[in-house]
């Protein structure tokens, strides 16, 4: 009998396989899966995992997450309450509610519908939008925190409902308290964006540039803003559909390395590389001549050791996108591990550069990631 913490509190699933949850369609099962669309169904996780002595995970949409093959030993609660609603809309701006369950994409395409602008560059980044917030999502020249206005929360300690506006969050580049200072401290339960009801594109990047280039289209429109992004993501990334193979997106995060630290990659690239990678590294470096940090594609270092479409057991690394590492059907955690090590060890060998993980690991243990971050020196 699935227990349950209250006569009509939320159904828990034990022993439910997390696999599907994910669009890396990898991991073993959840202790306890609950389904939660009001508060009181997530207070009645909390309890739940205050009851067994259980850790507590938030699952969204499962796309930026790695769940090893034993599964999590805890209660995985899942948000399912979906909705937008408009608090405000003026001739300057419009303010939308939306819950965390509510596809990100969905949001991006309403906002659109409505000619509201600020998110048409996040379009088709898959997800919860509550778990946009997580890692600030970001493509593309725009990123969530630029138009959140707060962010209705749970504390999992008391089971309080608190509102964090946009400072309290700390939001970086794929980072905020979230996945920080205050990871697994809060659920997500709703949020409130501010989006200008006025013209503002964002179409700094050359992608963009060479599509209404290409189309001669000189001042697009929104929506033609916005089927551009999907056309030139799902060019090159791709968007994890039931037929493909599974991934998480980017499994590895760009670099944003100060002069000092660029300068040792230039060595390292002039001792290792042909002097044509030599060339490439430098081209890139004055993409950004006035910055004082300097960014690099980790997928360029990964292209020049040689590891695009590198394989290990059923995981590989993508021809195209060597960023993304893919679940060729069969992969299991341990081979997505395996291939992350020797990506990230096979580069650090060769450029110096230490790159890190984007997606979480859950239901690893301290020893295993411990293990996936250490880097021999050379
Ligand atoms: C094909 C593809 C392309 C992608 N492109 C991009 C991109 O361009 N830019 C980008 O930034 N990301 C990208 N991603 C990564 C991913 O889509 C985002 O990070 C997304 O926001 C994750 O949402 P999710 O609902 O799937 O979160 P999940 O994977 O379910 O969870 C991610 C993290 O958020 C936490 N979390 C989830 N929901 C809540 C909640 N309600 N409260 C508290 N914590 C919560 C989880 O505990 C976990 O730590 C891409 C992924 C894929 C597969």
Wanted: aromatic share 8%.
């Amino acid at each position: 009998m699935p227990p349950h913490p209250s006569a009509e509190g939320p159904v828990v699933k034990p022993q439910e396989p997390l696999k599907p949850y994910t669009t890396f369609k990898i991991g073993g099962p959840a202790r306890f899966f609950v389904c939660a669309a009001a508060e009181d169904e997530f207070r009645a996780a909390l309890s739940l995992a205050a009851q067994h002595s259980l850790p507590l995970f938030a699952l969204g949409g499962g796309s930026n997450i790695l769940v090893s093959d034993r599964g999590f030993a805890g209660v995985v609660v899942h948000p399912v309450c979906r909705g937008i609603e408009i608090l405000h809309e003026d001739a300057e701006s419009g303010t939308l509610e939306v819950n965390a369950a509510e596809a990100w994409d969905d949001v991006v395409r309403y906002a659109v519908e409505r000619n509201s602008w600020g998110i048409e560059n996040l379009s088709h980044i898959p997800g919860q939008a509550g778990a946009a917030l997580v890692q600030n999502i970001g493509a593309y020249g725009q990123q969530v925190s630029d138009v959140l206005e707060s962010v209705q929360v749970m504390d999992v300690t008391t089971g309080a409902p608190r509102v964090l506006s946009t400072s309290d969050c700390g939001f970086g580049y794929r980072r905020s308290i979230f996945n920080t200072t205050a990871r697994g401290n809060f659920i997500i339960v709703k949020l409130t964006l501010r989006l200008a009801q006025h013209a503002r594109p964002n179409l700094d990047y050359p992608d963009v540039q060479a599509y209404f280039a290409e189309r001669s289209v000189e001042q697009p429109s929104l929506a033609e803003i916005r089927q551009a992004i999907i056309t030139i993501r799902d060019g090159k990334f791709p968007f994890p559909r039931e037929e493909r193979g599974g991934n998480a997106g980017s499994f590895f995060k760009n670099l944003s390395l100060a002069e000092r630290e660029y300068a040792a990659l230039r060595a390292n690239t002039e001792r290792n590389f042909s002097p044509r990678e030599l060339v490439r590294l430098e081209d890139i470096r004055k993409r950004f001549p006035l910055s004082d940090q300097i960014k690099i594609p980790t997928a360029f270092l990964i292209e020049i050791c040689g590891l695009k479409g590198y394989r290990i057991g059923g995981a590989q690394v993508n021809e195209h996108q060597p960023l993304v590492l893919l679940n060729q059907g069969d992969a299991t955690a341990q081979d997505v591990i395996a291939l992350a090590k020797h990506v990230r060890r096979t580069v650090y060998a060769r450029t110096g550069i230490a790159i890190s993980i984007e997606p979480e690991l859950v239901g690893f243990t301290r020893q295993e990631i411990a293990d996936i971050y250490y880097l021999e020196e050379s």
